[in-house]
């Protein structure tokens, strides 16, 4: 058996050796989404035929169906991120890939309704007016 002395040097070394164990988050990169990671949902407008499916599904009840505005007959998902477990039903049973599921797990936010996703036809407008730009 070593003599103690030796084994409190031997920890006192490897204490200060050691490489940190943390990040400055969020200052300096931290860790990347693995493969597969169900992170933040994303919602194309054009695609969604309002058929409830995605609501019907959620365990958690964190989609409600709304009407669109231009007309009230069509309805759109609007999702709770607050109350989402992100098990990805929804994406997994819309019958055109309307609702899929990210790699941005970073969800963060100030105000509750920062946690609302939602997409209207204006935010449809800008992103086309974007991507041509």
């Known amino acids: ?39 933040m949902h994303h919602f194309d407008i054009d695609k969604c035929i309002g058929c409830s499916i995605c609501a019907r599904v959620c365990p958690t009840i964190a989609i409600e169906m709304v009407p669109t505005e231009k007309t009230r007959t069509k309805k759109r998902p609007v999702i709770n991120l607050s109350e989402c477990i ?18 941005t797990f970073e969800l963060s936010a100030f105000e509750p309704e920062e946690m609302i996703i939602y997409q209207t036809e204006e935010d449809e407008a800008k992103e086309e007016q974007e991507e041509d730009e």
């Open 1 to 39: 058996m070593p003599w103690p002395g030796v084994i409190i040097c031997e920890a006192i070394k490897n204490a200060f050796k050691r490489k940190k164990s943390t990040v400055d988050y969020p200052n300096e990169p931290g860790i990347k989404p693995t493969k597969g990671l169900r992170g």
């Open 86 to 103: 992100f098990c990805a039903l929804c994406a997994d049973r819309c019958p055109k890939d309307a609702i899929i599921m990210t790699d």
